[in-house]
Nanobody, 124 residues
Framework: QVQLIESGGGLVQVGGSLRLSCTGTGRTFNVDAMAWFRQAPGKEREFVGSISWNSNRSSYADSVKGRFTISRDNAKRSLYLQMNSLKPEDTAVYYC?????????????????WGQGTQVTVSS
């Protein structure tokens, strides 16, 4: 069974940090690109960042560039999102996603496996 499981969400104050994790099972994780998306209440799901299968290429939404870092450990079948300098507008449910495309991009339609999401709340 192909599955992605996120963890690490929670409540944090403005300016704080959180590290999200996502573990994949049931597919060739180490040749698939991965990404993080997020969805705030009443808003559409939006791209946060993506990383290629070999970590050579990553991209970020302008809103998180310089504050968030995406990384992966293929041996552990894990994807990470380090979030620093958090702002109230970062409050959302964060989802990891997987695609057979080895590079990935910001288009959610490219991704065919999604996690269940983890809540991140930034309080001011």
């Amino acid at each position: 069974q192909v599955q992605l499981i996120e963890s690490g969400g929670g409540l944090v104050q403005v300016g704080g940090s959180l590290r999200l994790s996502c573990t994949g099972t049931g597919r060739t994780f180490n040749v698939d690109a991965m990404a993080w998306f997020r969805q705030a209440p009443g808003k559409e799901r939006e791209f946060v960042g993506s990383i290629s299968w070999n970590s050579n290429r990553s991209s970020y939404a302008d809103s998180v560039k310089g504050r968030f870092t995406i990384s992966r450990d293929n041996a552990k079948r894990s994807l990470y999102l380090q979030m620093n300098s958090l702002k109230p507008e970062d409050t959302a449910v964060y989802y990891c996603a997987e695609t057979r495309n080895p590079v990935g991009n910001s288009n959610p339609n490219l991704y065919d496996v999604w996690g269940q999401g983890t809540q991140v709340t930034v309080s001011s």
